[in-house]
Every structure is written in structure tokens, then in C-alpha cells.
T-cell receptor, first 113, second 113 residues
Framework: KAGVTQTPRYLIKTRGQQVTLSCSPI?????VSWYQQTPGQGLQFLFE???????NKGNFPGRFSGRQFSNSRSEMNVSTLELGDSALYLC????????????FGPGTRLTVT | AQSVSQHNHHVILSEAASLELGCNYS??????LFWYVQYPGQHLQLLLK??????LVKGIKGFEAEFIKSKFSFNLRKPSVQWSDTAEYFC???????????FGTGTRLKVLA
């Protein structure tokens, strides 16, 4: 089985722009979670989706949003980028609905200049 | 608010030394506990997990962890580390039924050959 894939792998954006990141979960997995990883803060939970429904979200401003499609693929969007949004964004999938073991993708490295 | 503390941020050991990494969480209810590892240049991968039952769980590559409910701890251990164990280790907690995962800030382990 192919693992979790994330595109793009690297991205450079300017302050004020918006960005969309994509995640394809492992085939058959229906739960997708997103995390922001930074050196100082570690992994911070952004949100989790199952069957196109957001079941939980972390403490991030409304500029961070996400969605899940019927094929379980997920996107997250960050609007009005700030320098502090520079991070590695990780996607993880699990078979769900109550499976708690997550499989992580390689991440998208976002740099905001 | 739930939180996870990893007290050791950087650990340096010689090969064959024993390893114990601390993890404490704050949540009074049912939890699912995990240790993940991130080898240089690789994805996060699951080392071991605890859902219920025997509080001593064994994972891959000779790692084990003990859940001590009274101490809200889930420490990771390995009797004899190898150079290839050089990596960053993350403890994570999922509060039962919340679909939200809280990660510690990670411990960077360097094993000297």
C-alpha cells in the first residue's frame, strides 16, 4: 500500500498570500488529521476530518481551514499568511472511525517571506 | 487544557547505554498513549501504543513503555541503545473519543558510536 502523500513538498509564499496544501491518505483510511510542526512548539494539532466532517480542531486562528473530500483526500488552507506560519505541515491518516493509530506523511515545508 | 510534557529535550548516550525518556500528560479521563520516532530525513513513525490492558507495552526495535496511571506517565525505555536509534522521539496522547492528539515537544536523542 502506498503511504500518505502530501503535495507540494516545499512551498515559498509571501506574507499576505494564501496557500492550499493537499493530503492523500492511505487507501481505505477515512480519517485525516493535520499538524503544524515547528522547532519551538513541536507538533500542534490543527484539525481532524472523518467522512468529510470535521470532528475536532486545535487552537488556531480562523485563517487556518480545511476540508475533506468524498474520496478522503484532504486539503488545508491558510489565508493571509504571516511569517509565523512558516512550518512543516504534516498530514496523518488512520482507518477510523475510532482507530487511533496514525500514519504520517512526509509533510509540506512552508516558508513565508 | 490537555498537555504533554517531555522533560528531556536533548539526550546524548553512548552505544549500549540504557535509555529512559520521560513523558507526562495532564488529562484525567481515558487516554490512548503513543510514542513516535522521527529518524533524520524520514517520516514520523509509530514506535508503540497503549490503549488498555497490560501497562507495559512493547514496540518495534526493542523499545518498551510503561503506563503508570497514578503518575500520568508513559515513559519510553530501551535497555541498550544503538547508533541507529539517533532520532527525535515524540510522546502523544489522545483523550478517548476526542479525535484530538496532543504531542510533546520531542526529545532529540544522539547515540555516540
Amino acid at each position: 500500500k502506498a503511504g500518505v502523500t502530501q503535495t507540494p513538498r516545499y512551498l515559498i509564499k509571501t506574507r499576505g498570500q494564501q496557500v492550499t496544501l493537499s493530503c492523500s491518505p492511505i487507501s481505505g483510511h477515512r480519517s485525516v488529521s493535520w499538524y503544524q510542526q515547528t522547532p519551538g512548539q513541536g507538533l500542534q494539532f490543527l484539525f481532524e476530518y472523518f467522512s468529510e466532517t470535521q470532528r475536532n480542531k486545535g487552537n488556531f486562528p480562523g485563517r487556518f481551514s480545511g476540508r475533506q473530500f468524498s474520496n478522503s483526500r484532504s486539503e488545508m488552507n491558510v489565508s493571509t499568511l504571516e511569517l509565523g506560519d512558516s512550518a512543516l505541515y504534516l498530514c496523518a491518516s488512520s482507518s477510523g472511525p475510532d482507530a487511533y493509530e496514525q500514519y504520517f506523511g512526509p509533510g509540506t515545508r512552508l516558508t513565508v517571506t | 487544557a490537555q498537555s504533554v510534557s517531555q522533560h528531556n529535550h536533548h539526550v546524548i548516550l553512548s552505544e549500549a547505554a540504557s535509555l529512559e525518556l520521560g513523558c507526562n500528560y495532564s488529562y484525567g479521563g481515558t487516554v490512548n498513549l503513543f510514542w513516535y520516532v522521527q529518524y533524520p530525513g524520514q517520516h514520523l513513525q509509530l514506535l508503540l501504543k497503549y490503549f488498555s490492558g497490560d501497562p507495559l507495552v512493547k514496540g518495534i526495535k526493542g523499545f518498551e513503555a510503561e503506563f503508570i496511571k497514578s503518575k500520568f506517565s508513559f515513559n519510553l525505555r530501551k535497555p541498550s541503545v544503538q547508533w541507529s536509534d539517533t532520532a527525535e522521539y515524540f510522546c502523544a496522547v489522545n483523550a478517548g473519543g476526542t479525535y484530538k492528539y496532543i504531542f510533546g515537544t520531542g526529545t532529540r536523542l544522539k547515540v555516540l558510536a
